[in-house]
Every structure is written in C-alpha cells, then in structure tokens.
C-alpha cells in the first residue's frame, strides 16, 4: 500500500526526555513536512525538507530537529527545550509544487 | 505578513441546508491554493487545489471556487457524514518560498440530521 506510515500514534513523554516521531513514505515524494496541532487550531509548521540531507525551518522550529538521510524517513526529535510539548504532530509528503498527502498522526502527551 | 483566515470557526447545519465556508488569504504571490478535509483524531485528506481566479472543482457535494482574494467551499445539501473541520492552505511562488503550504484555523461543520 502506497502511503504516509507515522510511528506510533500515542507517545508518552516525561519531562525532560528527548523524543522521536517516525514518518516514513513510499510515495516517492521530495518534499516531506512536520506540522503541530493544538485542540481546535489550524496546522503550524515546524520543519520542512525538499531534498536529502537539506531541511529548513517552519514557523515553530525552536525545541525541535529533524534528519533528512533517506528520501524516505524524515524523523522529528522533540527535545526537552520544547516547554509546551503536548499536541498532535502531523508528517506530510508532496511532489514539488503540488498537495501535501497527509499521515494519521502521533499524538504526544507529557506527564 | 502572509495571511489565511478561515470563516467562520464554526458551523451548524441540518440536514440539506446549504452553505459556504470561506478562506481569505493576504500573501505575496499565491501558486495554489488547497482543500482539506479532518475527521477527529485524523489526518487532513485532501479534496482540490485551485491555481487560478476563475477555477472552479467539484467532488460530490463540495464545490471549491477562487477569486484573487478568496476562496469558498461550498457545501451542497450536506450530510450528517459531511460532518468534519475543514482546512485550507496555500502555496507560495517563489523559490524562498519552498514547497511549504500556509494553513488558516479551519471551520468545523457539524450537519445535524
């Protein structure tokens, strides 16, 4: 099946603690994308990526990075810097100039 | 500062009353502008994208429509599965610009039976 694979879909983090959000394709897509959401919010962008091992960044980049060494795995790294990490994270992928497909989410939560 | 606003933040409808959902936009240079549509606790699934002043898509009960300044979603006759937030986005020209799509805050509909 062709599509966007987000890993996992519910994430526990404690306070302090780095951690990743897996988004993989196998759309053959270039550009791939991390947004946040909060409860009743639009999408904000936090890094997107157009080409291997180049990636730049969104709107909210600061407590976050990102790694682009496969055209098909484009990684998140929350860091404990990120103070308000609790959202959902959405991972995207597009060709060049076109819409971005989406994949069904990973919802973080702090405790 | 590039700007999309969506209007209005929330919608009720019943069963096959019609309405628009509106998107307007403020930015330098549109390439494309696009429809999604999210169920709770899912990913947005896209629906259209419109290029140019004019264009018009439909799919189903959903018609899109573009002008210079804003874009409508018009809901035809909706149903209760019709229930969902809608999201538009757009895309820049502009090699600055990157491929990255500009969300506004969504309207979520709910269609009552």
């Known amino acids: 099946d062709g599509g966007i694979t987000q890993s996992p879909k519910y994430l526990f983090r404690k306070e302090g603690q780095n951690v990743t959000l897996s988004c993989e394709q196998n759309?053959?897509?270039?550009?791939m994308y991390w947004y946040r959401q909060d409860p009743g919010q639009g999408l904000r962008l936090i890094y997107y990526s157009q080409i291997v091992n180049d990636f730049q960044k969104g709107d909210i980049a600061e407590g976050y990075s990102v790694s682009r060494e496969k055209k098909e795995s484009f990684p998140l790294t929350v860091t404990s810097a990120q103070k308000n990490p609790t959202a959902f994270y959405l991972c995207a992928s597009g060709a060049m100039n076109t819409e971005a497909f989406f994949g069904q989410g990973t919802r973080l939560t702090v405790v | 500062e590039d700007q999309v606003t969506q209007s209005p933040e929330a919608l009720r409808l019943q069963e096959g009353e019609s309405s628009s959902l509106n998107c307007s936009y403020t930015v330098s240079g549109l390439r494309g502008l696009f429809w999604y549509r999210q169920d709770p606790g899912k990913g947005p699934e896209f629906l259209f994208t419109l290029y140019s002043a004019g264009e018009e898509k439909e799919k189903e009960r959903l018609k899109a429509t573009l002008t210079k300044k804003e874009s409508f979603l018009h809901i035809t006759a909706p149903k209760p599965e019709d229930s969902a937030t809608y999201l538009c986005?757009?895309?820049?020209?502009?090699?600055?610009?990157?491929?990255?799509?500009?969300f506004g805050g969504g309207t979520r509909v709910l269609v009552k039976p």
């Open positions: 986005a757009v895309q820049l020209r502009g090699e600055a610009a990157g491929n990255k799509l500009t």
């Open positions: 759309l053959n897509h270039d550009a």
